[in-house]
């Protein structure tokens, strides 16, 4: 623990970003007069860098880009690969892990060691990989890379410890799985073929073992070849030659017939009786044409032949579909006996896999489920019923059902809202789903002890919001929100939307929730804000629209010396947004400036709608387009369910509304907010009336120039390079003041594959932005604070902060009587404070002079819709947190932290003096801070646009915390990075999945009780007894011994230039969130073991290198010496 101690005794603040223009240094510490009182703040702060620890702690979602899938029947959890190098291994609900390889190479395929706890994954660098299950955290044991050959397929039979590996040259080695090195056994691709063969038959395709005799090993070759190759006599029983490619080849359980897929789209069938042509051959969606032939069909990419002993065999294949109709909709076959089902799925199919009750595969199979991996979703299939109904699936696969577009994260939430919106968003779920349990239902989790109610609220590019429950790392999905509800459908082409945002008019970029009150704002890209209120009752409403005048143009900009007591703007006429003096425009009425344009983007029901239970429109808010000119995206919103006030602005100006009024109270643009006090010089330009097109996706032209590059070219600047980042991260076109242009669609689904970094240089718009003096309002909070410093006490104030580093403070007076509140309006007083920062202002907060902080004021939630009771009236419930209600001993007064993207500073008010001041970055921008709560007290928390996770103490501005987290940061992450108290954070690590992450020292300590445990030690189910005369006849199974045939001693060491082995890293991890102690100690030691006996092998094969070598020269010495033995001297 550390005391901070600072005397105020006419204190001045030297630091470079202190106010400019403003007095706000040199008072003294809690007394509103001028006159210097030396006082002293005592804050005890407790946080110490021991606290922090930055890890990540679950991943949310559908796996982006997925390549492969596996399942363990026994354990019966389920592993899907992506392109990217991830794995996630999914159990029951709870169970939900996500491992990455570090070389990030794509998964081709996937086998699981079945009943044994661990996964072999093989890549696309042609390295396979052992990983442990048995842990929380799995971890790579072994890896083992081919250096000549390119590995096309991969076989581990069950209960075996040899993995047969096939190659793009047609070549077949075997692992062994114990130690993971090669086998000197290799099938060599023209040994397997006959040597009048002219041709390669191509890479390896398939590999099985036969289920009638498990020395018998088929190997599928793309180009139509199948061998039998049997293991112990080491050559082929049968070759087929058919002139079709094969996709892949499945047993029947009894080993004496098998299946195959083509590229044609047929089935062949084949008899090991008659080998010389298939048993049969079906083309199943092939029709017969006029002419007699078949018409082409699709490649079937996969086939499965399962028996069941109560009905006719499974065949379910996917593709194979007739070349006839375009843009047919990809499917999974299912044939069961003589009836043909067709599932058309939404997006292609990656991998199928059919469920079995048994692992042995000369069983009957008895399948009951098909889970089908698809390129954006994951869905099972219940064979067991005859109209093949579809699983509810538990984990959240669906966050990306349309684009994210924005996040925010609520810890330690009220625990009556998740019960609440869980029960009215129960009502609205699909129906038709299977009866029966999930099948993919393996692993352990329990409910840990730290855990409490956490909530996730997503917006999307269709105009969705999400919410979901966070609690105990877990991701369900509570109530679904549609904000496009709320307008008219708008028709394709027309209006104004359509040149504004064509593809996702209804884009949400922001929210905001009050928990306690239950108020809910959203942001639309279309400049515009809905605000909802929350009901457990339906009702008839008709929704008010409130339409703002928030317009500016580069002219209306004059020269310094005209500044001088006069309005920012030389005409009060269609350029300059509404005064709020003026009288405020009628609910549903527009503003009356008599311009044609004056309209907004998108039309609001005007008749009364029939609402749901759940959230509930009360209020639009519309920003209009002026003179031709579109209406500038919304850059910050805040919200005060006490106050009844809603505050947004953009890069003209902000405006302030009444939402219980329903009247709009300010509109001005920042300049006006400074009158006299103005901090910069603004000087004229002469304004282009060009139009230019430009577009919210456009690449930020081909000059590699670096944004930190440019944002130091000018002090002004600094805000610019924010805002190049915003007109990517939010996917709008941000319009330049001094050019005026039209707007192309973008599409939120095209955005996510051309964001990358932030390393991009910036287009000729973006570029003038930086030139331009117009300020965006940036961030705004209300709360209870002093406007002035002569204030004696705390009153409700606007925090406004600016994209040049300026905070202005607008004191407001609200009638606290709840009938006046309803009738008389509220005043606004002109800018009181004005403060100053470094760069770009991103988050305000308040502290008490103890040093915690203080809450915004709210009102308790109340239902407005709920039945009248006579004996209870419903009235405002307020709940204040005011600074000057703290303890006597703090005095009045408060503390306020303000972080912009440079800088962070702590003032106190109402004497304005800055204490503290923290320059965060230099070389970097912030791109989110949050003044979050940990182990019980408050930190600020920054995420930095070079990757940098940092945490600071309060008041003093200590560095806690600074972790290189992310090396290079793209815009998905930057727009959805979002930090929340508890330690905690989260952001978008792929268009389709969450990823969570703690900075917290305990979560990071707990984390391994909140995980879920993949594996479980359960009994591998007997092999059934197969009888006296199928034993007999059967061949001789059991009594195959791969270890005679595969080991050292047999088939001899493997060539070393072909694989090398690579001990795996992984496991140390693994032990460091594993119990320390013995335990920890010993696994290390044994690694450490591991590693020097792999050195002692590597010097014994050296050792034998040499003792061959010796023996060589000894040999040749000799017959040198007997050569030469008789000979005359003259005869050499």
């Known amino acids: 623990m550390k005391k901070f101690r600072k005397v105020l005794d006419g204190l001045t603040t030297s630091s470079p970003g202190g106010t400019i223009g403003s007095p706000s240094c040199g008072s003294a510490a809690g007394t509103p007069t001028a006159a210097p009182t030396p006082r002293e703040i005592d804050v005890q702060e407790t946080l110490v860098s021991e606290n922090f620890q930055l890890c990540k702690t679950v991943r949310h979602g559908f796996p982006y880009q997925p390549t492969a899938l596996a399942f363990d029947p026994v354990q019966k959890i389920l592993a899907i690969g992506s392109r990217s190098g991830g794995v996630r291994i999914l159990g029951r609900p709870g169970v939900d892990c996500y491992c990455q390889h570090e070389s990030g190479a794509a998964v081709l395929q996937l086998q699981f060691l079945i009943n044994e706890g661990a996964l072999v994954t093989a890549c696309a660098d042609d390295t396979l990989h052992l990983w442990n299950l048995r842990q929380r955290r799995p971890a790579v044991l072994h890896s083992l890379k081919f250096n000549r050959e390119r590995i096309t397929f991969c076989h581990l039979p069950f209960q075996s410890k040899w993995l047969y590996v096939g190659t793009e040259r047609g070549n077949t080695h075997i692992v062994n799985i114990e130690s993971f090195i090669l086998s000197g056994y290799v099938i060599m691709w023209n040994k397997a073929i006959e040597l009048s063969t002219k041709t390669h038959p191509g890479p390896v395709v398939h590999l099985s073992d036969s289920p009638k005799d ?140 059919v469920l079995c009750e048994t692992p042995y595969n000369n069983e009957v199979q008895e399948p009951y489920a098909v889970v089908v991996l698809l390129e954006k979703d994951l869905i099972v299939v219940d064979l067991t019923q005859s109209n093949f109904p579809v699983f509810e699936n538990p984990y959240p696969m669906d966050i990306h059902e349309s684009p994210v577009t924005c996040t925010a994260y609520f810890a330690d939430c009220p625990p009556d809202i998740i019960p609440i919106l869980y029960s009215i968003g129960a009502k609205h779920k699909k129906t038709g789903y299977s009866q029966k349990e999930w099948p993919i239902s393996g692993g352990t989790w329990t409910l840990g002890s730290h855990t409490y109610p956490e909530i996730i ?353 607008i004191p407001m007076s609200i009638p606290t009587d709840q009938e006046e509140r309803m009738e008389e309006p509220v005043t606004i007083g002109p800018s009181g404070a004005v403060l100053m920062l470094k760069s770009s202002v991103l988050r305000f907060a308040f502290l008490d002079l103890v040093g915690a902080l203080i809450q915004s004021p709210y009102e308790v939630w109340r239902d407005l819709n709920a039945p009248e009771d006579p004996d209870r009236p419903r009235r405002r419930k307020l709940v204040h947190f005011s600074p000057s209600s703290s303890q006597d001993a703090c005095g009045d007064g408060h503390l306020a932290v303000v972080c912009s993207e440079r800088q962070a500073k702590v003032f106190l008010m109402p004497s304005q003096s800055c204490l503290f001041v923290h320059n965060i970055t230099e070389s970097s921008f912030v791109l989110r801070a949050d003044v979050v709560s940990v182990c019980n007290s408050v930190c600020l928390a920054c995420f930095c646009a070079n990757g940098h996770v940092m945490t600071l103490s309060l008041p003093s501005l200590r560095p806690l915390m600074d972790v290189n987290y992310l090396p290079l940061t793209d815009m998905r992450i930057a727009r959805t990075f979002c930090f929340t108290n508890g330690g905690q ?79 795996g890293q992984g496991g140390v991890e693994g032990m460091k969130v594993a119990a320390s102690g013995a335990v920890g100690e010993l696994a290390r030691a044994r690694i450490a073991l591991d590693e020097r006996g792999q050195r002692l092998g590597e010097l014994e094969e050296r050792t034998a290198l040499m003792m061959t070598s010796a023996e060589t020269f000894s040999k040749h010495a000799h017959e040198l010496m007997l050569k030469c033995k008789d000979k005359k001297w003259y005869q050499f």
């Open 457 to 809: 609220i997503t917006g999307h590019a269709d105009g969705s919001i999400k919410f979901w429950d966070a609690s105990a790392i877990t991701l369900q999905m509570l109530y679904k929100l549609k904000t496009s509800k709320v307008f008219e459908k708008p028709k394709p082409g027309e209006g104004r939307a359509a040149e504004l945002v064509e593809e996702d008019p209804f884009a949400v970029q922001m929210v905001s929730w009050c928990p306690q009150s239950r108020i809910f704002c959203v942001v639309g890209i279309s400049a515009h804000i809905i605000l909802y209120r929350f009901s457990k009752y339906d009702a008839n409403t008709q929704i008010v629209s409130l339409e703002v005048r928030l317009q500016c143009e580069s002219e209306d900009v004059i020269s310094p010396s005209e500044n001088e007591n006069n309005p920012c703007f030389s005409e009060q006429g269609s350029h300059s947004p509404q005064p709020h003096h003026q009288h405020p425009a009628s609910p549903g009425n527009r503003t009356p400036e008599g311009i044609k344009d004056s309209i907004p983007c998108l039309k609001v029901k005007d008749r009364v709608v029939r609402v749901p239970p759940g959230y509930q429109s009360e209020l639009v808010i519309q920003l209009l387009w002026v003179d031709g000119e579109p209406p500038q995206q919304i850059t910050s919103l805040d919200i005060n369910s006490a106050y009844g006030l809603l505050a947004f602005g953009n890069c003209n100006g902000v405006a302030v509304v009444d939402y219980l009024q329903k009247t709009i109270l300010l509109c001005m643009s920042t300049l006006d907010l400074y009158g006299a006090a103005d901090p910069y010089q603004r000087l004229t330009r002469s304004p282009r009336r060009n139009r230019q097109s430009t577009s919210g996706l456009t690449e930020l032209t081909d000059n590699q120039q670096s944004i930190d590059m440019e944002r130091s070219k000018s002090p002004t600047s600094g805000h610019a390079s924010r805002r190049a980042m915003l007109q990517q991260l939010h996917g709008v076109t941000m319009y330049s003041h001094d050019e005026h242009h039209t707007t192309a669609s973008y599409c939120w689904s095209e955005r996510e594959s051309r964001e990358n970094s932030f390393s991009r240089s910036r287009s000729s718009s973006v570029s003038s932005i930086d030139r331009d003096t117009k300020e965006a309002v940036t961030t705004l909070q209300f709360g209870e604070s002093y406007g002035r410093k002569s204030d004696a006490l705390p009153t409700p104030c606007l925090w406004v902060g600016t994209s040049l580093g300026v905070v202005l403070l």
């Open 985 to 1063: 954070a989260l952001y978008l690590s792929s268009p389709t999945e969450i990823q969570r992450i703690t900075y917290s020292q305990e979560m990071c300590d707990n984390l391994q009780e909140m995980l879920g445990e993949l594996f479980t030690p359960i009994e591998t189910p007997e092999a059934q007894n197969r009888g006296f005369l199928k034993g007999f006849f059967g061949g001789n199974a059991h009594t195959f011994d791969r270890e005679e045939l595969f080991g050292e001693a047999a088939a001899g060491k493997a060539s070393r230039s072909l694989a090398q082995h690579i001990p």
């Open 214 to 353: 498990e020395g018998k090993l088929l190997i599928g070759f793309e180009s139509g070849t199948i061998v039998q190759w049997d293991l112990r006599a080491k050559k082929a029983d049968f070759r087929i030659y058919y002139d079709e490619a094969i996709h892949s080849v499945s047993w029947h359980h009894e080993g004496k017939q098998f299946m195959c897929s083509h590229s044609d789209g047929s089935l062949t069938l084949w008899n090991l009786r008659n080998t010389t042509r298939p048993f049969q051959v079906t083309f199943p969606h092939g029709k017969i044409q006029k002419d007699g032939r078949k018409e082409s069909c699709k490649p079937i990419l996969k086939v499965e032949y399962k028996t069941s002993r109560s009905s006719e065999p499974f065949v379910i294949f996917s593709g194979g579909l007739s070349y006839d109709k375009a843009g047919r909709r990809p499917t999974l076959t299912i044939m069961h006996g003589k009836a043909i089902t067709v599932l058309e799925m939404d997006y292609p199919i990656v991998e199928f896999m």
